[in-house]
């Protein structure tokens, strides 16, 4: 119990000193912004920061920091943490950083951003790269709530009538303009999504549930390696490269600079506590990592849901847990396909403002997420995974570009994207759907690999400097 009290002391501790630093090293300023500068009434125009930041956790908040932490807690006390550091100094930077410099680049998302900072071929490869994660991840957002509701309501409303209704939403939720469905009725859902959390977290607290102590041993019963395999399969909550698809999104929504913290860093640091309330609840409630991959085997990430909340919350409290996580995916998955039609629309330079426009872009999506649901959901949540966090390392690696770039300390941003690229290679190296090599040879050449990567890096960011790359796009002064 000390550890998990510790640990979310040391999330919000974190935001008002770390947080504050990042923004600093950043330096905000009082200029116009591209919800006015660019102001479409689709998906650029001002909305407030109470509702920005509202909807940025909603955003970046799917079934990833409930889901991955029940299945990081497998491993052990050590997931907690990689879920306090990795919120602090890589997830909340990599947020901050996406989502500010995407403001001062007239609202760009990734493919933009990585193509100015890392080149033109890094603007197509990632560009592939937020699609097919996007993608991936609306599909998981499809099927994860799918299946709650199912099992909630003993399989009398068949899964396909379901998943056709999710459907429906989001192809409303991708094409209408964002204040018609996301920015009205997200704040209602963050409501329910924190009450959910909260109430899980205090009753472990007032329960005095027996959450374990830090340690650093392997508790895995299939002895899998904490390295790389912690750090892909608790993304969200900890870092996500999805985050990096997502800021853009309300950075076109931002009222001014200083808002940036609150809403990209703060929101962050509010997605590592749920994540510690359902790792702590995963690793207290099934007698161990045992019980737990048991329950894990028998129905998922989503069964340990459901048995937590109706044991911690009772039927009527437990309902609205679980309803809480159901709307988890939920008001990702929107948005997953709102950015990926956003970012091909960016590529292919096709003004939104037709509905006509957004639906030839957003349709077909929608067909190939349909036909992605019938694969096995946990490969899906493998490849999900490792496309996450690869995206995620691109990400931070443009923030510590536009840092050296500006003349600041990018070790903020460089530090934690040489970590997540060393991971992510040695995952893809040696897991079964990528090359299968044994792990020792997976961790050689990953470290090769990531050392070629860095050196690439501060290549191109000498030569940044020689070329005198624009930081951002010249904007009126609100001063």
């Not at 959450?211 to 650093?216: D, G, M, V």
């Not at 309330?277 to 007698?287: E, G, Q, T, V």
């Not at 997540?420 to 299968?436: R, S, V």
Request: proline share 5%; with cysteine; hydrophobic share 55%.
């Amino acid at each position: 119990m000390i550890t998990f009290l510790v640990s979310i002391a040391l999330l919000v501790v974190g935001y008002f000193t770390y947080g504050k630093y990042v923004e600093k090293t950043f330096g905000v300023k009082e200029r116009q912004t591209p919800a006015y500068s660019h102001k479409d009434g689709v998906d650029y125009l001002p909305m407030g920061q109470k509702r920005n930041a509202l909807i940025q956790l909603l955003n970046i908040a799917g079934v990833g920091p409930i889901f991955g932490p029940i299945l990081g807690a497998l491993y052990g006390p050590v997931a907690f943490l990689w879920i306090v550091f990795g919120a602090i100094f890589a997830g909340a930077v990599h947020d901050y950083l996406t989502g500010m410099i995407s403001i001062r680049n007239r609202g760009a998302h990734l493919p933009e951003l990585a193509g100015k900072f890392l080149g033109k071929v890094m603007k197509h490869v990632v560009n592939a790269f937020a699609i097919l994660l996007l993608v991936l991840v609306g599909t998981v957002f499809v099927t994860a709530p799918a299946n709650l509701l199912h099992n909630m309501m003993n399989s009398w409303l068949t899964l396909p009538i379901i998943l056709f209704a999710i459907f429906a939403y989001y192809l409303l939720a991708t094409m209408l303009p964002i204040d018609k469905i996301i920015g009205r009725f997200y704040p209602i859902f963050g409501a329910l999504l924190l009450i959910s959390a909260l109430g899980v977290g205090a009753s472990l607290v007032f329960t005095g549930a027996p959450i374990p102590e830090l340690s650093f041993t392997n508790m895995h019963p299939d002895n899998a390696p904490i390295f790389p395999l912690l750090f892909l399969t608790i993304s969200c909550g900890a870092l996500s490269g999805f985050h990096a698809t997502q800021s853009p999104i309300i950075s076109r929504t931002t009222q001014q600079e200083k808002q940036g913290r609150r809403i990209f860093y703060g929101m962050m640091i509010a997605e590592g506590i749920i994540a510690m309330i359902w790792a702590a609840a995963a690793m207290s409630l099934f007698n161990g990592s045992a019980g737990l991959n048991e329950i894990l085997a028998n129905g998922g990430p989503a069964a340990v849901v459901s048995e937590v909340s109706i044991s911690m919350l009772g039927a009527i409290g437990g309902t609205l847990a679980v309803l809480g996580v159901i709307i988890l995916p939920i008001t990702s998955g929107d948005t997953a396909f709102r950015s990926a039609r956003m970012i091909i629309a960016d590529y292919l330079k096709v003004s939104q403002k037709k509905v006509a426009s957004r639906m030839w872009i957003a349709v077909p999506m929608f067909v190939v997420s349909f036909i992605l649901t019938k694969i096995d959901f946990t490969l899906l949540w493998r490849y999900f995974s490792w496309a996450n966090q690869s995206t995620a390392a691109i990400a931070l690696w443009v923030g510590a570009m536009y840092l050296f770039l500006s003349r600041k300390n990018y070790f903020i941003a460089a530090v934690p994207a040489t970590f997540i690229t060393m991971a992510t290679f040695t995952y893809i190296l040696n897991a079964p759907i990528g090359f299968g090599l044994s792990l020792n040879a997976s961790y050689i050449l990953a470290a090769i690999i990531t050392l070629a990567v860095v050196t690439a890096f501060f290549l191109a960011a000498r030569r940044g400097l020689q070329r005198e790359i624009p930081l951002e796009e010249e904007l009126k002064s609100t001063a």
